[in-house]
C-alpha cells in the first residue's frame, strides 16, 4: 500500500489531518485519528474497520469519491448545534458510619445494646456506604464538590452530548459565591456516587455552608486536640467551649 498524499479535513468545531493511501487493487484508502472515531463513537457515529481492526475506514475508487465520502460522515460531528450552555454544580455528599436505631428514635452503638436487639425493636442505619463486620471503616463526613461549564451538542444524527469545561474568570467575576466555590482545591471524588445539579446561588450558598461546617470544626478539633491529634494531652474540662455538650453534638 503506497501514501498517495495528506488530506485535511477542517471545520468550525473539527479539524484534523488523515493520510491517503492506494492499495494493490488501485483503491484510495484511509483510516481517520483514532481519538477522532473515539469522539464520534460516543455520539452513535459508525466507522468501517480495516484489515488490522482499526476503526475509521474509508475506502473510495477516486480521490474526489474518498474526501466525499470522510466529509460526509464527519459532518455528522462538525456541524453540530450549541442547545444549551450553563454553569452546573458536579457533587457527591455521603456520610461513613453504622449505628442501631430503635424504633422510638434513640441512637445505640450496636443492636445488642440495652436489649435493643431484633427487628421488631429498630434496624440498622447505615450511612451512604454500607458498613458492616467485613467492612469496616472510619466513620465520618465526605463531600466533593465541583464547579463546571456544561455545553450540551446536538448532532444532525439527532444524538445530543454534554462537553465539560473549566471556568474561566469571566463566568466567576460577578458571583462570589461561585468564585468561592470554583476556588476550592484538593479535593476529589470518594465512593460516593458523582451527582450534577444546576448552578444557583441558593445551592452555592449550600455548598458553601456546608464545606465551611467542615473547616469550622476541623478548626475546632485543631485547637482542642493539637496539630497531632494527641488525646493523651487533652483537658477535657474545656469540652463544653469548643461545642461538645456531652450529648454527641458538635
Same mark, same amino acid.
Given at each position: 500500500?503506497?501514501?498517495?498524499?495528506?488530506?485535511?479535513?477542517?471545520?468550525?468545531?473539527?479539524?484534523?489531518?488523515?493520510?491517503?493511501?492506494?492499495?494493490?487493487?488501485?483503491?484510495?484508502?484511509?483510516?481517520?485519528?483514532?481519538?477522532?472515531?473515539?469522539?464520534?463513537?460516543?455520539?452513535?457515529?459508525?466507522?468501517?474497520?480495516?484489515?488490522?481492526?482499526?476503526?475509521?475506514?474509508?475506502?473510495?475508487?477516486?480521490?474526489?469519491?474518498? #474526501?466525499?465520502?470522510?466529509?460526509?460522515?464527519?459532518?455528522?460531528?462538525?456541524?453540530?448545534?450549541?442547545?444549551?450552555? /450553563?454553569?452546573?454544580?458536579?457533587?457527591?455528599? $455521603?456520610?461513613?458510619?453504622? !449505628?442501631? /436505631?430503635? #424504633?422510638?428514635?434513640?441512637?445505640?452503638?450496636?443492636? !445488642?445494646?440495652?436489649?435493643?436487639?431484633?427487628?421488631?425493636? $429498630?434496624?440498622?442505619?447505615?450511612?451512604?456506604?454500607?458498613?458492616?463486620?467485613?467492612?469496616?471503616?472510619?466513620?465520618?463526613?465526605?463531600?466533593?464538590?465541583?464547579?463546571?461549564?456544561? /455545553?450540551?451538542?446536538?448532532?444532525?444524527?439527532?444524538?445530543? /452530548?454534554?462537553?465539560?469545561?473549566?471556568?474561566?474568570?469571566?463566568?466567576?467575576?460577578?458571583?462570589?459565591?461561585?468564585?468561592?466555590?470554583?476556588?476550592?482545591?484538593?479535593?476529589?471524588?470518594?465512593?460516593?456516587?458523582?451527582?450534577?445539579?444546576?448552578?444557583?446561588?441558593?445551592?452555592?450558598?449550600?455548598? #458553601?455552608?456546608?464545606?465551611?461546617?467542615?473547616?469550622?470544626?476541623?478548626?475546632?478539633?485543631?485547637?482542642?486536640?493539637?496539630?497531632?491529634?494527641?488525646?493523651?494531652?487533652?483537658?477535657?474540662?474545656?469540652?463544653?467551649?469548643?461545642?461538645?455538650?456531652?450529648?454527641?453534638?458538635?
Amino acid at each position: 500500500m503506497a501514501k498517495l498524499r495528506t488530506e485535511n479535513y477542517g471545520s468550525e468545531n473539527l479539524n484534523f489531518k488523515y493520510d491517503v493511501n492506494i492499495d494493490k487493487e488501485g483503491n484510495f484508502t484511509t483510516t481517520i485519528p483514532q481519538e477522532i472515531v473515539s469522539d464520534l463513537e460516543k455520539v452513535g457515529i459508525e466507522f468501517g474497520i480495516n484489515r488490522l481492526k482499526r476503526k475509521g475506514f474509508f475506502s473510495a475508487l477516486s480521490l474526489d469519491e474518498l #474526501k466525499e465520502n470522510v466529509k460526509e460522515v464527519i459532518d455528522q460531528y462538525s456541524n453540530k448545534d450549541l442547545i444549551e450552555e /450553563k454553569i452546573i454544580i458536579k457533587y457527591s455528599v $455521603g456520610t461513613v458510619c453504622s !449505628y442501631w /436505631k430503635k #424504633k422510638d428514635g434513640t441512637i445505640c452503638p450496636n443492636g !445488642y445494646w440495652d436489649d435493643g436487639a431484633g427487628d421488631d425493636k $429498630g434496624s440498622w442505619a447505615n450511612s451512604s456506604r454500607e458498613l458492616h463486620a467485613c467492612n469496616r471503616s472510619p466513620f465520618g463526613l465526605e463531600v466533593f464538590i465541583e464547579i463546571r461549564k456544561v /455545553k450540551v451538542w446536538k448532532f444532525p444524527n439527532g444524538e445530543t /452530548k454534554k462537553e465539560y469545561e473549566r471556568l474561566e474568570d469571566d463566568d466567576t467575576n460577578k458571583d462570589e459565591v461561585l468564585h468561592w466555590l470554583n476556588s476550592i482545591v484538593s479535593i476529589s471524588k470518594g465512593e460516593a456516587t458523582v451527582k450534577e445539579m444546576d448552578y444557583s446561588l441558593e445551592a452555592g450558598n449550600f455548598f #458553601k455552608n456546608l464545606l465551611m461546617y467542615i473547616f469550622n470544626m476541623n478548626e475546632k478539633m485543631i485547637e482542642f486536640f493539637g496539630k497531632d491529634f494527641d488525646l493523651s494531652k487533652i483537658d477535657f474540662n474545656r469540652l463544653p467551649a469548643l461545642g461538645f455538650d456531652g450529648d454527641t453534638k458538635l
